[in-house]
């Protein structure tokens, strides 16, 4: 081969080789997923939500800026009480959110400042996933309250009664935790399984491994129970 030509058929490969890694990785981009995406929301606008049985406003709590979320004057006998945010769709991931409970004026004895984070909520409110937080038992004296500080419940067909019931001790737990103080949570759901870690552990306070709603998809929402004032802050979810 002469060198002219040789010049002409190295020239050709290198263009050859050149177009082989650059349909490679448009497949790959082509087929890349969401995953490892973070969506960020600072919650420091009543306006992010969809509210449904709460009503909710700006403030500054302990020094950062909060969202405050209490119960809507008809009270929560009409169902959930969320503050959903419409621009989230979750299916698989983790949810990192700072949050705060406290139980409010007048609140009732049996009010323990529930908050927590509901997940894969379907648009009219009627399935969702939750884990919440009971801050008042943390540090109470008594045992059994203390192994009830953390929950896990369904809608619909699992409010914590029935599994407290039917299956004492497994979708809920112990945990340190104090009324209106800041508490980091972090949830990660994988399929049918959701873990809930508290405070940076490594360990998971709370494990599901039976999510009862199966692998469906929704949105994220800001969850309280009844008798509660709760602040939420740096909401993040990462698919």
Not at 2 to 21: E, T
Not at 74 to 81: C, H, T
Not at 172 to 194: C, F, H, M, N, Q
């Amino acid at each position: 081969m002469s060198k002219r030509r040789w010049q002409i058929a190295a020239l050709l490969a290198v263009v050859l080789v050149s177009l082989l890694v650059v349909n490679l990785n448009g497949s790959a981009k082509s087929n890349e997923s969401p995953v490892g995406q973070t969506q960020s929301i600072p919650l420091n606008s009543p306006d992010e939500l969809k509210l449904v049985n709460v009503k909710a406003e700006a403030v500054t709590f302990k020094g950062r800026k909060a969202l405050r979320v209490s119960e809507a004057p008809s009270g929560i006998g009409n169902g959930e009480a969320l503050g959903v945010l419409p621009k989230t769709d979750f299916q698989d991931g983790t949810i990192e959110v700072d949050l705060a409970g406290e139980p409010g004026p007048g609140a009732a004895e049996g009010a323990r400042g529930f908050v927590g984070i509901a997940f894969r909520v379907a648009a009219d409110q009627g399935r969702l996933e939750c884990f919440y937080l009971r801050p008042t038992n943390g540090r109470a004296e008594d045992q059994l309250r203390r192994n009830h500080s953390t929950q896990y419940i369904s809608v619909p067909g699992f409010p914590w009664e029935l599994l407290r019931k039917d299956f004492p001790g497994k979708y809920e737990s112990y945990v340190d935790i104090l009324p209106g103080e800041w508490t980091k949570v972090k949830i990660e759901v994988r399929g049918d399984k959701a873990r809930l870690y508290m405070n940076g552990a490594e360990q998971a306070t709370l494990i599901v491994n039976d999510l009862k709603q199966g692998q469906t998809r929704g949105a994220v929402a800001l969850w309280i129970g009844d008798g509660t004032v709760a602040h939420f802050s740096n909401l993040r979810i990462s698919k």
